[in-house]
């Protein structure tokens, strides 16, 4: 059974671009999240989609958006980059929605490099 | 606001001896703990978990121990091994996983 997919592996952009990136989870799983990994943050919290809904949020500005798909293939798109966006992006996915115990399964990340 | 904390940035172990990895949480409604290990260029994957009516779970060479009084929870490995190098996330779940910054553990051979 195939993990869960990101691409693309590194991406460099410049300031003020925007920047959309991919995650297909495992197959038959519904839930998709989304994280980004800064050194000496961990894994910060930006949102999960559940049949193609958004279901919960994390703590960042309205510049980071995402959408999920029929077939729960998610992106997960930033505008007007700026140097701080700069991160590991990782992409989680599980059966259910995130709850107590839920295993995630991530994918290997997208790093953004913005310049 | 850090819910979950790992106080540790690092750790450094002998081959053969115990490692041990703590966490702390602030949020009383977490009632699910897991602790997940990333190698580098890969993503972390799911080592271990309790949940808050335990207080010890094991699983081969790990176990982890939950004092909820004290709001704080630890990974053991024994022994521990080279290959266990790696950065060690500790997670708390409500109706969201809540990640710590993780502590990058070295097994020294």
């Known amino acids: 059974k195939a993990g869960v997919t990101q691409t693309p592996r590194y991406l460099i952009k410049t300031r003020g671009q925007q920047v959309t990136l991919s995650c297909s989870p495992i197959?038959?799983?519904?839930?998709v999240s989304w994280y980004q990994q800064t050194p000496g943050q961990g894994l910060q919290f930006l949102f999960e989609?559940?049949?193609?809904?958004?279901?919960n949020k994390g703590n960042f500005p309205g510049r980071f958006s995402g959408r999920q798909f029929s077939n729960s293939r998610s992106e997960m798109n930033v505008s007007t980059l700026e140097l701080g966006d700069s991160a590991l992006y990782l992409c989680a996915s599980s059966w259910n929605r995130q709850a107590s115990g839920e295993k995630l399964f991530f994918g290997s990340g997208t790093q953004l490099s913005v310049l | 606001d850090q819910q979950v904390k790992q106080n540790s940035p690092s750790l450094s172990v002998q081959e053969g001896r115990i490692s041990i990895l703590n966490c702390d949480y602030t949020?009383?409604?977490?009632?699910?703990f897991l602790w997940y290990k990333k190698y580098p260029a890969e993503g972390p994957t799911f080592l271990i978990s309790i949940s808050s009516i335990k207080d010890k779970n094991e699983d081969g060479r790990f176990t982890v121990f939950l004092n909820k009084s004290a709001k704080h929870l630890s990974l053991h490995i024994v022994p521990s091994q080279p290959g266990d190098s790696a950065v060690y996330f500790c997670?708390?779940?409500?109706?969201?996983?809540?990640f710590g910054a993780g502590t990058i553990l070295r097994v020294k051979s």
């Open positions: 989609y559940f049949s193609e809904t958004q279901r």
């Open positions: 949020n009383s409604m977490f009632d699910y």
């Open positions: 197959s038959g799983h519904r839930s």
């Open positions: 997670a708390a779940s409500a109706n969201k996983l809540v």
